[in-house]
């Protein structure tokens, strides 16, 4: 085997779309056992699965990819080609995938979590640049992005907010595309506009990713998002079809649930509950777009009554910068997603999202701190899963993908087995 037995077993139930408790009756194993073949190899609990059973698990896989194979058109060429945005290797909007491509882009993300768990490193970049631009405020895109570019061998060259960039003396999109395209081998970029990514992107041929394009979208964010639902969804043997998702709070100006929800529309039979406070309602052409893929969207203002019986709650903050006419200031109480209102509505194996940053000023009532401890947030999973999937695009992007692999070698230095301090309440949650 050459990747991790976990990432092995992963993968296989992913393909089958099978729930651990099915996999398991599927391969004749106990739930218990699946389980220790799932952790993370250095986890105590950890243990290596039989030779047999494993070349067993590779010919279920081999048998239904084949009889995939058949049954539709035969996917064919790289990856980067099928997802192309108007013939160019870059990821603009989260329109570019299909089901297949997206789960194919997330067995790249879990071949690069050694890298970015820091117990291996890889050089397959080595010697290309990137070139962050980011005319928004951003901590996190702007960093993991960087990360991830590094964590492959590469090197950033950042510049952030209009301030201080040449844009500040007029220049235009077309011009300061151009001229960087020149420096550097990928851009990311972030700009408070909704469509100017895709106009820089016009004026290179080197990868563009949009980083946030103002209230338009956030493409690897859904992408980080969606990965970060299957990997819970995995560990609590659920599967996403079929599943309620409630989207909450500024639905009307957030791009994340702008990406997300059309993203998660490439799954089966989902029931949406949107809970937006009135005035921010998501815009009505997504509403169209994800009823007409089949699913079922409700949309209330009492979160109480949206959060009813959901598996996944994916809060997010009142974007005041993008407000043309809006009189709000912040959340109300009774619109705060705490430990209260979750353990009155929702089941102990409900997952707590937010894109963050949250807003933590007085009044804001934005997710509330009192879920730190509590291992239905996902807050921080999901934050640390940005670093493999940004991995990935950047790897698919500039196809080397399939170099990966052999490229790892272990880690010179001894990181700290919980990076946060309040990690080890998720212990061994893989
Ligand atoms: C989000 C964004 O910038 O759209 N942040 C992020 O990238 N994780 C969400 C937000 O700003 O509220």
Not at 187 to 204: D, L, W, Y
Not at 226 to 251: C, M, N, P, Q, W
Not at 344 to 365: F, Q, T
Request: charge should be negative; aromatic fraction near 8%.
């Amino acid at each position: 085997m050459t990747v991790s037995q976990q990432v092995f077993l992963r993968d296989a139930m992913r393909r089958l779309n099978l729930t651990r408790d099915v996999f398991a009756v599927r391969i004749g194993v106990k739930r218990r056992a699946l389980d220790t073949w799932l952790l993370p190899e250095g986890s105590q609990e950890f243990r290596t699965m039989p030779e047999v059973v494993s070349r067993f698990v590779t010919e279920i896989v081999e048998n239904e990819g084949l009889l995939q194979k058949y049954a539709q058109s035969a996917q064919s060429g790289p990856l980067r080609d099928r997802i192309a945005f108007e013939g160019k290797h870059q990821l603009l909007s989260v329109d570019q995938f299909t089901r297949e491509s997206v789960e194919e882009l997330f067995r790249i993300a879990d071949q690069m979590q050694p890298i970015a768990r820091r117990q291996k490193v890889s050089r397959v970049l080595e010697g290309a640049v990137l070139g962050n631009l980011f005319f928004e405020a951003s901590t996190r895109t702007r960093v993991s992005f960087g990360a991830a570019f590094c964590r492959l061998g590469g090197s950033v060259c950042d510049t952030t907010g209009f301030t201080f960039s040449s844009m500040a003396k007029g220049e235009s999109i077309y011009d300061t595309s151009r001229v960087m395209s020149g420096y550097v081998d990928a851009m990311v970029i972030r700009h408070p506009e909704k469509g100017s990514v895709a106009e820089f992107a016009r004026a290179t041929n080197i990868p563009v990713v949009n980083g946030g394009d103002g209230p338009g979208e956030h493409p690897s964010q859904a992408l980080l998002d969606l990965y970060t639902i299957l990997t819970e969804f995995s560990r609590l043997g659920k599967l996403l079809d079929g599943a309620h998702i409630a989207l909450v709070g500024d639905l009307k100006y957030g791009r994340t649930v702008h990406s997300l929800i059309k993203l998660l529309a490439l799954y089966r039979g989902l029931k949406f509950t949107l809970i937006s406070p009135r005035g921010l309602e998501m815009p009505e052409y997504l509403l169209e777009q994800t009823g007409k893929h089949g699913h079922t969207v409700n949309q209330t203002n009492s979160l109480e009554e949206g959060l009813a019986g959901a598996d996944v709650i994916y809060a997010t903050r009142v974007q005041k910068e993008r407000f043309a006419a809006e009189e709000l200031e912040g959340y109300t109480p009774d619109f705060q997603v705490n430990k209260a209102i979750i353990d009155k509505c929702c089941g102990p194996d409900v997952i707590v999202m937010h894109p963050l940053p949250r807003d933590s000023r007085e009044g804001a009532n934005d997710l509330s701190v009192d879920l730190n401890h509590d291992t239905r947030l996902a807050i921080f999973r999901q934050t640390d899963n940005g670093i493999p999937v940004r991995m990935a695009i950047f790897a698919v992007l500039l196809g080397v993908e399939g170099l990966v692999q052999h490229s790892l070698r272990d880690v010179t230095w001894s990181p700290p087995s919980h990076v946060g301090p309040d990690d080890s309440v998720f212990q061994d949650m893989d």
